[in-house]
């Protein structure tokens, strides 16, 4: 396992802006060189990494024109190519569509946006719906919604036919840590929340669970559904649902179409089978002494050679301030 250092690079901010809440890189295809913010002022900033910042004034500026207010200052939005405003309160999730074209968000003030970068970054719709902060947002296909909130639901949206949710999915105990959405072929979503538990869901047949409840929500109905195709729990016990953090997922490098990998407070990764049994597959410690904040897969080369695997693994991010990244074992027989 290797531990990573990072050169830092020339800061996006001044003195005067406000915490950055949520990040997100766009498809590197068709939006690269480019970086998406959100901020505890309720703020969306789109950046540009092809050239150092310029935002600043010259020294000729006058003693006056130095005096402005810090609400002047982050309505300019120093260096950012746009500045996108709407939310009321701060940004807690931010994520670009693969196309580039469209930008997901969500915040405190419990509502997602959807934003149309084609058109310099207007809101298009305004998806309400949850009882606290949303805390993951992604797509599935074009037009469906997925986000986990606070509130301890997940809710499918479709935004061409309600704002509000067609389906409100009711399993977890705690607060939504993370989604994994496949692609529009990929009819299972995954989710983990901070109660340890981690459910596989099949969109195909939502439609024919049971509605336990309906949810009014501003006149209209969500199916509510409290059942998912699987379950299992990331410490591996079932008597042991509850944790005292969050639980984040990424994809199986040498599975990625059947097997999930899951991490918690416990600082150790575990893959699971997300199709038939969810049967723990393989486990291993990242040896972090504190809280895990981030969980990437690694991949170094492609798909076109099926042999080898040793150059791909796992990064992982900790509040104990390190960043390691563990290899994955080769395959057997080699």
């Known amino acids: ?38 901020g505890a002022d309720g703020l969306i900033k789109l950046w540009s990494l092809r050239s150092p910042t310029t935002g600043r004034r010259p020294n000729t500026t006058t003693i006056t024109q130095e005096q402005d207010t810090a609400s002047q200052q982050r309505g300019r939005g120093g260096d950012a190519l746009s500045v996108l405003s709407g939310h009321n309160g701060r940004i807690t999730f931010v994520k670009t569509a693969w196309h580039g074209d469209r930008l997901l968000s969500g915040g405190a003030d419990k509502d997602l946006r959807i934003w149309d970068l084609a058109s310099g970054g ?19 296909g074009s037009n469906t919604i997925v986000s986990g909130s606070a509130d301890r639901t997940l809710s499918l949206w479709d935004p061409r036919v309600s704002p509000t949710p067609l389906f409100v999915l009711r399993y977890h105990k705690a607060p939504i840590t993370d989604i994994l959405v496949g692609s529009r072929t990929d009819p299972l979503m995954v989710s983990a929340a901070a109660d340890g538990t ?20 501003q006149g209209r109905k969500s ?6 195709k699987l379950s299992v729990v990331h410490s591996g016990e ?44 393989n486990e291993m410690t990242t040896n972090h002494c504190d809280a895990i904040s981030g969980f990437l897969p690694c991949r170094t080369g492609t798909l076109h050679d099926q042999t080898d695997y040793r150059s791909d693994g796992i990064i992982t991010s900790s509040f104990d301030g390190t960043v390691r990244m563990r290899r994955l074992e080769s395959k057997q027989g080699e």
């Open 122 to 140: 207007k809101c298009s719709h305004v998806l309400s719906g949850h009882s606290s902060w949303v805390t993951q947002i992604d797509s599935w």
């Open 1 to 38: 396992m290797r531990q990573l250092k990072f050169s830092s690079f020339a800061p996006f901010q001044s003195s005067f802006f406000p915490g950055v809440t949520a990040i997100d890189v766009p498809s590197q295809i068709y939006r690269p060189d480019s970086l998406v913010t959100g």
């Open 198 to 217: 981690i459910a596989t869901w099949d969109f195909r047949l939502l439609s024919q669970s049971p509605d336990e409840s309906k949810v009014s929500l």
């Open 238 to 281: 079932p008597t042991k649902r509850l944790t005292a953090g969050q639980v984040l997922l990424c994809r199986s490098i040498l599975n990625p179409d059947t097997s999930v990998l899951s991490i918690g407070p416990d600082a150790v990764v575990r893959e699971w089978d997300k199709i038939g049994t969810g049967k723990l597959e």
């Open 223 to 228: 199916k509510s559904i409290r059942e998912p």
